[in-house]
């Protein structure tokens, strides 16, 4: 009886490789890289998280976005927001939002859903969206479209959420205003994961 035995023992069910190979039958390869398709749906689910964070803190999503791509995981050189990766402006936007958190507290505060607000959340979610969907080699019309509709949804949602809480829990609203920023903070991070 013929052995296969080799130097080599690379057996497929009691076959050799190398009769497996030769015989024109190759092994399955991965690709390292996402279907076409996969990657759509990985940038449209960044963009509506980063969006809809955009809604509830306006300086979150661009602070998120910026710092990735200041330290190179999320790279936007040679496009036109390749200036989301200054350095400068990643330390500036991390300052705004941080000082957002701290301003949406205050009583004084408008409300997220008056028209100039809206339209600055509805911006930064256009911004978020439109980066992502470059950086995963797709329109940035529809990240930006993506993006500011999650922003603006999110936005809405989010006051009308907060009020409930408030109303039925008696909790203070700056109590429920942190949990919000808790959401914030996760979904951004979450949404960014493996972009360093």
Avoid at 34 to 43: D, T
Avoid at 107 to 118: D, E, G, Q, S, V
Avoid at 150 to 173: C, H, M, N, Q, S
């Amino acid at each position: 009886m013929r052995s296969y035995a080799t130097s080599e023992p690379n057996w497929r069910c009691g076959v050799p490789l190398r009769k497996i190979v030769g015989a024109g039958l190759k092994p399955a390869q991965v690709s390292p890289n996402p279907p076409v398709q996969e990657r759509a749906s990985m940038s449209a689910r960044k963009a509506l998280g980063l969006g809809a964070i955009s809604g509830l803190r306006s300086a979150s999503g661009p602070a998120f976005v910026s710092r990735a791509a200041s330290r190179g995981g999320l790279s936007l050189d040679g496009t036109r927001l390749a200036f989301l990766g200054s350095p400068r402006l990643s330390k500036a936007l991390l300052v705004m939002a941080l000082g957002e958190l701290v301003g949406d507290k205050l009583p004084a505060t408008p409300n997220r859903t008056a028209l100039p607000p809206l339209l600055g959340r509805a911006a930064s979610g256009g911004l978020v969206g439109a980066a992502l969907f470059i950086f995963e080699g797709r329109r940035a019309t529809v990240g930006a479209a993506v993006g500011s509709s999650a922003a603006i949804a999110a936005a809405f949602t989010g006051e009308r959420l907060r009020g409930l809480v408030v109303e039925k829990t008696g909790l203070p609203d700056p109590a429920v205003a942190l949990a919000e920023d808790a959401v914030v903070l996760l979904v951004g991070s979450r949404s960014l994961r493996g972009v360093h």
